[in-house]
């Protein structure tokens, strides 16, 4: 079978790339696809994570082994996690400049003879020269801040008030 994707560059203009490729193919090869897709040189470190359909990050799958429990993405087929109720990806490129793409899986279709996967089926808009700017808010938890150095009335100017014990974990 072939997964037909929509891929999403998180930003106020318009920018897309439809891509198919082989289900049994990994999240590693989808990378390589997105990556020659909207034209970037591949240099920089990259992650998948699973979303739901309010785009909210799920688990992680690295593009390298940085230990931990995270799955890697040569080892993970796109069959192994995606099927009709799990259609969403988010990828991020470039974890300094945050590229970030939202990946819906929208159609699972049959191999075409002759035709060669993965495949660019469709291009929309230009990549911009910048990444989109990110607004990283997290959840209000009606007491944000609690704990907090600074909601203690420490004079931050002044870490002599403190003591080692305090500075240091």
Do not use: C
């Amino acid at each position: 079978m072939v997964y037909r994707f929509r891929v999403i560059l998180d930003a106020e203009e318009d920018v897309f790339r439809d891509i198919e490729i082989l289900q049994e193919n990994t999240l590693e090869d989808l990378h390589n696809t997105i990556l020659q897709s909207f034209g970037f040189d591949g240099t920089e470190m990259a992650s998948f994570y699973l979303s739901d359909e309010k785009w909210e990050q799920g688990e992680e799958f690295s593009q390298f082994d940085m230990g931990g429990e995270v799955r890697l993405m040569n080892e993970t087929s796109l069959e192994s996690i995606l099927d009709e109720d799990n259609r969403n990806i988010i990828y991020v490129y470039d974890f300094l400049k945050m590229w970030t793409f939202l990946i819906e899986l929208a159609q699972v279709g049959e191999i075409e003879d002759g035709r060669d996967y993965p495949n660019l089926m469709f291009v929309h808009g230009q990549i911009p020269d910048e990444a989109p700017d990110k607004d990283f808010v997290g959840e209000d938890d009606g007491d944000a801040g609690s704990g907090d150095i600074f909601d203690q009335g420490y004079n931050t100017n002044d870490y002599d008030d403190l003591s080692f014990d305090e500075n240091w974990n």
